[in-house]
């Protein structure tokens, strides 16, 4: 476990400010990649339950899982130095460049580098989706797995239902699905046990 310090905390939210082009869902790649690869705050595991329940709270996600890191390596102040860190930058940059919008909105090289970046975003969220796709299967089964992925589908994009909503409805499946499970595992292991 790597030690805790602000700059490191200030490195890696600067880090996921600047380069999270498209905000929201298109930054938690590279929140995962600072906090759980590059700096060991979390496991695997831990960062898709915490992106779970953030998604799951009013606001923007980023700021909440910044906040998230920042409380979980130094307290209230490390929540507020993450924040700050993770948002400061941008803001600089969107004041510094607000009396440039008009000359770079219709700049056909700037168009260029947004379209460049876009399959860039896709690929790194496709490969977030199907790590947490197959942590689904791994633990549900492929019958539910896919089960559940046409359901949150079906949700989500058809009759639609607020995210929030679906993340509740999904979180609590969860807790009585592994309750049920662990129940069953501990009758098998009795009855093993009788054997």
């Not at 602000?6 to 490195?11: A, Q, T």
């Not at 590059?38 to 998604?55: C, I, P, Q, T």
């Not at 919008?101 to 896709?122: C, D, Q, R, T, Y």
Request: hydrophobic share 50%.
């Amino acid at each position: 476990m790597m030690s805790h310090t602000y700059k490191d905390l200030v490195i890696a939210m600067v880090r996921t400010g600047i380069l999270g082009y498209g905000g929201g869902p298109s930054v938690m790649p590279l929140f995962r990649h600072e906090a759980v690869n590059r700096y060991h705050w979390l496991e695997d595991e831990e960062f898709g339950e915490v992106l779970a329940l953030a998604n799951a709270l009013p606001g923007p996600i980023a700021t909440k899982i910044a906040g998230y890191l920042g409380y979980r390596t130094k307290g209230s102040l490390g929540a507020a130095v993450a924040i700050i860190a993770h948002i400061l930058p941008t803001c600089l940059a969107m004041i510094a460049l607000a009396s440039l919008i008009n000359v770079l909105k219709s700049s056909p090289f700037i168009e260029g580098m947004i379209a460049a970046v876009l399959p860039v975003i896709a690929v790194m969220l496709g490969q977030m989706a199907y790590k947490f796709g197959s942590k689904a299967v791994k633990g549900l089964g492929w019958v539910l797995g896919f089960a559940t992925f046409i359901i949150a589908f079906v949700m989500l994009q058809i009759i639609p239902v607020h995210p929030a909503i679906v993340i509740i409805l999904f979180l609590a499946y969860g807790t009585v699905h592994y309750k049920l499970k662990n129940k069953i595992n501990k009758h098998h292991d009795r009855d093993r046990e009788a054997i």
